[in-house]
């Protein structure tokens, strides 16, 4: 048994009121006491549960406030990507009309690719 006292619950307290039955044994009103406090524990459980609810729902509207902020943050990346793409392209076919016989004929090529997480990142072919 515990050292503290445990609380009165609406079971026991019918039990203790009068029966017509007869007493209850010991072991009934343990059990009574005992479904009692289950319950009383199952609604702390339910309340701290809608708490945390709660306060995920505030974390999740936290971060939609910054999703016109990450399209615009997006949308300069990908301008900034093709503007630096059409230089390398000019330079390269600078670059190539005037290496003549002893540079590649090709062209080097850049691009960005954007990978899963949003980010770019620089491809170089020859």
């Known amino acids: 048994m515990s050292s503290h006292p445990r ?3 609406v079971a026991s307290t019918r039990t203790r009121a009068g029966t017509a039955a007869g ?5 009934e009103q343990q ?31 936290v971060g939609n406030e910054f999703s016109s902020v990450e399209a615009l943050w997006s949308t ?11 230089e390398t ?8 009309a005037t290496s003549g016989a002893g540079g590649s004929s090709e062209p080097e090529h850049h691009h960005a ?7 770019t990142t620089q491809v170089h072919q020859t």
Request: proline share 2%; net charge negative; no cysteine.
């Open 31 to 61: 059990r009574e006491e005992l479904i009692g406090e289950i319950a009383m524990s199952f609604e702390h459980v339910l309340a701290n549960i809608n708490k945390l609810n709660r306060s995920l729902e505030a974390v999740i509207t």
């Open 76 to 86: 300069f990346e990908n301008v900034m990507a093709s503007e630096e793409q059409v």
């Open 89 to 96: 392209e000019a330079t390269a076919a600078d670059s190539g």
């Open 7 to 9: 609380p009165v619950s």
């Open 23 to 27: 007493e209850k044994s010991y072991f």
């Open 113 to 119: 690719e954007e990978g899963d997480d949003g980010d």
